[in-house]
């Protein structure tokens, strides 16, 4: 298996594996209280700047003005949002998907989505867009977790289905 069909595999059920996650986001926001459609919280319909822009577009934000010294536009934020959600997710399945056929251990599998999970708690506190892991309650760190543990099973299981 080539590392280009291996990653394009992870890809692919790193696909499934965001969608799958988002539905269980979704499905919360609407027990809790939320009436707008799926396609339309799922595209972040509404953002119109990136005040109040959630964490992916404020990193596409940050590696915009990183690269061009200058802010996006503010127009951008909605598009911004899903480009840099939708493609952290596709990473890690590429990532996943190279690494599969060489995980020996079977739980090894177990361990990708508190990967993905905690290098969030990492790497966005860094950037100014979290705040540290310990200063998130426990309710809202299970929130989060158990939803990458959705999307960690669907992409591995995908994956595991393919092999």
Known sequence: MSLVRNAARGVLAAGAGTLAMDLLWYARYRRGGGTGSFWGWETAAGVKSY???AAPAQVGRKAYKALTGDDPPPDTARLMTNAVHWSTGMQWGAVYG???PHLKQPWAALAFAPVVWGS???ILPALGVYKPI????AKTLWQDFSAHLV???VTTGIVALER
């Open 120 to 122: 969030s708690y990492v």
């Open 134 to 137: 310990w200063k998130y309650d």
């Open 51 to 53: 005040d109040k822009a």
């Open 98 to 100: 190279i690494a599969a």
């Open 151 to 153: 999307y960690g099973s």
